[in-house]
């Protein structure tokens, strides 16, 4: 468990060194009309942690069943385009870096709480949720996928950074 919780901790803090240097019109703007702005992509890191953490709730509730494990380093190639499920879209309306800090606080902390409910990280291995994309896989690998995931789109964000012209 702790690993999870330092590959959390790692990648999360990545992000916001990522994400500080901008100006609010710089981390609004889409580097194109296909493309979500910084903000986008950190609103969609919310939601998607957030809709991890109640998939985890879920999972922990059921019976124990084996699940294959799935192999998801192909979220980490930024050449796979993987079209987000309608929940976790992102909104338009323009918000400010500290807002967002604090809302990626907040999800991680609801996350960090349920993890701290669990006794026995094996349990992890032995519930599973499914997944809109990967379909059932064990909680430890939505774990994984969460911070592979938020890893995917901190290059995303270096990506528009070079796009529209913010300094590191």
């Known amino acids: 468990m702790n690993q999870f919780k330092d590959n959390l901790l790692e990648t999360r803090n990545r992000l916001l060194n990522e994400i500080r240097p901008f100006r609010i019109d710089e981390f609004n703007k889409k580097p194109d009309q296909n493309n979500w702005s910084a903000a986008q992509v950190c609103d969609h890191l919310i939601l998607v942690e957030i809709a991890f953490t109640k998939a985890i709730v879920y999972g922990l509730k059921k019976e124990d069943q084996k699940i294959e494990r799935k192999d998801l380093s192909f979220v980490m190639d930024r050449k796979q385009k993987i079209d987000a499920p309608e929940i976790v879209i992102p909104n338009s309306e323009q918000i400010e870096v500290q807002q967002v800090i604090e809302r990626l606080s907040e999800s991680r902390k609801d996350l960090l709480a349920v993890l701290s409910t669990i006794k026995d990280s094996s349990?992890?291995?032995?519930?599973?949720?499914?997944?809109?994309?990967f379909g059932k896989i064990p909680l430890d690998q939505?774990?994984?996928?969460?911070?592979?995931?938020?890893?995917?789109?901190?290059?995303?964000?270096?990506e528009i950074k070079g796009i529209i012209g913010v300094e590191k």
Request: overall charge neutral; cysteine-free; aromatic content about 10%.
């Open 142 to 158: 939505w774990i994984e996928l969460l911070y592979m995931h938020e890893q995917r789109h901190i290059e995303q964000i270096r």
């Open 123 to 133: 349990i992890l291995t032995e519930k599973y949720a499914r997944h809109p994309i």
